[in-house]
């Protein structure tokens, strides 16, 4: 999970870098900006990492309950 939120957070820089950039902003808001564009990415990229490893625990729970248990017949045979 922290490899996804450090993730986030790049990719966020370069986003808000990116945009300074773009609109030849000084050097300091530039910066500034992308600190912010960064921590904003961290964030959202901490929320739906929780989100989808949710999804993937609730899946593996309803796979779990719906195999069906074995049944006497079937340990005796193996047997």
Known sequence: MKALIVL???VGFLI???F?????????AMLWRSCAAALAACVL?????????QG???SLDQRRARRPA???SVLTAKK
């Open 8 to 10: 986030g957070a790049i």
């Open 16 to 18: 808000g870098a990116g």
């Open 20 to 28: 300074g950039l773009a609109a030849s902003s000084p050097w300091p």
């Open 45 to 53: 990229t901490r929320w739906w990492g929780r989100v989808w490893m």
């Open 56 to 58: 993937l625990r609730d």
């Open 70 to 72: 074995p049944t006497a």
